[in-house]
């Protein structure tokens, strides 16, 4: 099991830049592939990205390729996802997520098993 805090939300302009970080608590943190996801208000949950146990492979929303990247510090039992070019439409309560069974994760919610509770990015034009 692993429990997931994330931190690093805020409210920025557009073009501006954050970084989330998401912090988990478990011996085995380096076996689970992890996730980002969203939620706007009044919309589903959706896929943000996705890294690898390694780090070494990383899957992308559409929306957000090319201006997030994700990427995680296995001795730091930690998972960032840093946030350029940030748009009005990105504004959302981003979470994080783990997968215990699968080397990467999917783009499926019902694949990760743990969550966090969120963090808030607003992102005003």
């Known amino acids: 099991q692993v429990r997931l805090v994330e931190s690093g939300g805020g409210s920025v302009r557009a073009g501006d830049s954050l970084r989330l970080t998401c912090a988990a608590a478990?011996?085995?943190?380096?076996?689970?592939?992890m996730g980002w996801f969203r939620q706007a208000p009044g919309k589903e949950r959706e896929f943000v990205a996705t890294?690898?146990?390694?780090?070494?492979?990383?899957l992308y929303a559409d929306s957000v390729k090319g201006r997030f990247t994700i990427s995680r510090d296995n001795a730091k039992n930690t998972v960032y996802l840093q946030m350029n070019s940030l748009k009005p439409e990105d504004t959302a309560v981003y979470y994080c997520?783990?997968?215990?069974?699968?080397?990467?994760?999917?783009?499926?919610?019902?694949?990760?098993?743990?969550w966090g509770q969120g963090t808030q990015v607003t992102v005003s034009s």
């Open positions: 997520a783990a997968n215990p069974r699968a080397v990467i994760g999917g783009r499926e919610r019902s694949e990760y098993d743990y």
């Open positions: 478990g011996r085995t943190f380096s076996r689970y592939s």
């Open positions: 890294i690898s146990w390694s780090g070494s492979s990383t």
